[in-house]
């Protein structure tokens, strides 16, 4: 079972570096737009730059690095509607939000990656969450019952199995050595 307990209305977040954010909340909608527009975008860009000649080799975790940032940037630009501690490139007062800043802001890897950890933590915490089933260290489902607890162990059907070798006798090379 889980908690329908993910935020409904704005609310702040207080970042590194004196930043605070004001977001309104997600819904599934905008946040697979998001990721499939940084997809879409990491295409371009990488089809851009091996049409200008750059002949780096763009490898998997280069567009996947791209598409974490784009996807980043355009989450900040959905949900960000105001903020404290963001100056406008003079210096003289507060930066009007709107996509240009937000996603210069978003260029900041400290900000962009504490942002993207912070807006996604309720929707995180309600998958781990999850229906309070999750698997236990041994491997057995937390609400589960053990439905043989009084079963007797079945003798080994291959011949000599019962002995099995401990790790000091085990052999040491391939050699027997």
């Known amino acids: 079972m889980i908690r329908l307990n993910l935020p409904t209305e704005p609310y702040w977040l207080d970042l590194p570096l004196g ?3 004001q977001v309104r909340p997600l819904d599934t909608a905008v946040y697979e737009a998001c990721r499939y527009r ?5 295409k371009r860009i990488i089809g851009e730059r091996k049409e200008a000649g750059n002949d780096a080799p763009v490898d998997e975790d280069d567009a996947d690095g791209l598409a974490t940032f784009l996807v ?5 630009r959905a949900a960000i509607i105001g903020w404290e501690g963001v100056e406008d490139a003079e210096g003289d007062g507060v930066a009007p939000v709107n996509d240009t800043t937000v996603s210069d802001l978003m260029r900041i890897p400290l900000i962009a990656s504490d942002f993207r950890r912070r807006i996604l933590e309720p929707y995180e915490q309600l998958v781990s969450e999850g229906n309070a089933s999750g698997p236990l260290p041994d491997g057995a489902l937390a609400e589960a019952s053990t439905i043989a607890a009084n079963a007797k162990p079945k003798d080994c059907p291959a011949p000599g199995a019962g002995k099995a070798r401990t790790a000091n006798s085990a052999r040491s090379s391939s050699t027997g050595q």
């Open 72 to 76: 980043t940037a355009a989450l900040a």
């Open 38 to 42: 940084a997809a879409r975008d990491a």
């Open 19 to 21: 930043v605070r954010l």
